[in-house]
């Protein structure tokens, strides 16, 4: 009898720790991710270090990187628990690094975001992110998907996430519905333009994917920057029938700043001789570290490949004359749920913000930030490609 009581309190036990546990990680991925459990649990008086130690209790000491890694109590648990099984990778990383979230960057005059942090809005498009000297190498380096857990803190339609960081107002659902009126044309004329008004911006050296800097995270080596992964993006589109163009100036070298004036300029003349263009992609990659400075890198899995994710940037009226930027919001949301259809997790929520990045000069304009500092190449080259095989696609259905 002795031995069945101590059989049925130890089920008890589990059974108790594994709601308080589940319950601790809802809390966390519902409240602004993983790093703000401190938040919170402020009216509980507990502090990260309490999920972390009910995490551990049933997951076992063994829970490190993935599920394949946990025990078989773990394993069971985390099968148990669509909540956990469904962010299996961000329990793990709060049980390497319990407490440490990354920055959220906040909208200007609104409530943070949650699901996608980044560092603090710049209202200056010319200002740059500073980069540590030192740069992180792979094993340093923290892995995070960007994935909204509510919609609290976005406009949301259609499963199109957004993140405004503007006082602007719009009806998502409306834009959602809207066509986009953009005719594509003939493709024996130009039809996208791809540049990059940042374009030395760089990744984390790997492998063989090495470079001579210009400054931290950036190189004026096309194979290396961001003309490499707008290349692998203008094959991707060209292997789908649409005539591109790629602008490879460096318009942020040898000066950073007023680099979106320069390069303003340059879409200008494209325009100018090539009416036909009726796309603007400017690419960069982001920058992210988190709240202790360590350095985050978007990436996902896809077909059983590392994926650095996707970001559409949409600029406002707030930063100049921009009366047709919901146009170009409209086309943001018809990529992004092209890319949600055919590679959820790809993208990253759309986001607004205060500076026009010359997306005034047509309604067809987009800055598309792949992967950011902390992913490898590869990883962002995997992400351009199914980005532009999304694009690609939705822009096809477009009436010529």
Do not use: C
Not at 25 to 49: K, N
Not at 124 to 142: C, G, L, M, Q, R
Not at 276 to 300: E, P, Y
């Amino acid at each position: 009898m002795k031995g069945k009581h101590i059989f049925w309190v130890r089920i008890l036990r589990r059974g108790t720790a594994l709601f308080m546990a589940t319950v601790a990680v809802w809390l966390l991925l519902t409240a602004a991710g993983l790093g703000m459990a401190a938040d919170a649990f402020q009216s509980l008086g507990e502090q990260a270090g309490f999920v972390s130690a009910l995490l551990r209790a049933e997951l076992g000491s063994t829970a490190a990187g993935t599920q394949g890694e946990l025990d078989g109590w773990g394993r069971m648990v985390l099968g148990q628990s669509a909540l956990l099984r469904g962010n299996a990778a961000a329990v793990a990383a709060h049980l390497e690094n319990p407490g440490v979230g990354p920055t959220v960057k906040q909208p200007a005059g609104g409530s943070s975001a949650q699901g996608d942090p980044l560092n603090p809005a710049k209202e200056d498009p010319d200002e740059e992110t500073p980069i540590p000297s030192a740069p992180a190498t792979p094993d340093d380096i923290v892995p995070y998907t960007f994935i909204p857990t509510s919609t609290e803190g976005y406009a949301y339609a259609d499963g199109v996430y957004i993140s405004n960081r503007t006082h602007l107002t719009f009806d998502p659902a409306a834009l959602s519905a809207a066509a986009v009126n953009i005719g594509l044309g003939n493709s024996d004329a130009p039809q996208i333009l791809i540049m990059h008004t940042h374009a030395t911006e760089a990744y984390t050296p790997s492998g063989t994917d090495v470079y001579t800097p210009t400054d931290n995270s950036r190189t004026l080596d096309g194979e290396q920057n961001m003309v490499r992964v707008g290349n692998e993006m203008k094959a991707v589109f060209e292997s789908m029938g649409l005539n591109v163009l790629h602008d490879e100036t460096p318009y942020d070298y040898p000066l950073y700043k007023d680099s979106y004036v320069r390069s303003g300029e340059g879409v200008k003349k494209y325009l100018e001789q090539y009416p036909s263009i009726k796309i603007v992609l400017d690419v960069h990659r982001d920058a992210i570290f988190d709240t202790n400075g360590k350095v985050l890198k978007t990436l996902t899995t896809i077909d059983g490949a590392k994926v650095a994710q996707v970001e559409l940037v949409l600029g406002s009226p707030q930063g100049g004359d921009y009366p047709n930027w919901q146009e170009n919001l409209t086309l943001a949301m018809k990529l992004q749920k092209s890319m949600n259809t055919l590679y959820p997790t790809l993208a990253r929520p759309v986001s607004i913000y205060t500076p026009v990045y010359n997306q005034n000069l047509t309604t067809g304009s987009l800055l598309v930030e792949v992967g950011s500092h902390g992913n490898t190449l590869q990883e962002s080259i995997a992400g351009a490609r199914l980005f532009a095989r999304a694009a690609g696609q939705m822009l096809l259905g477009l009436e010529q």
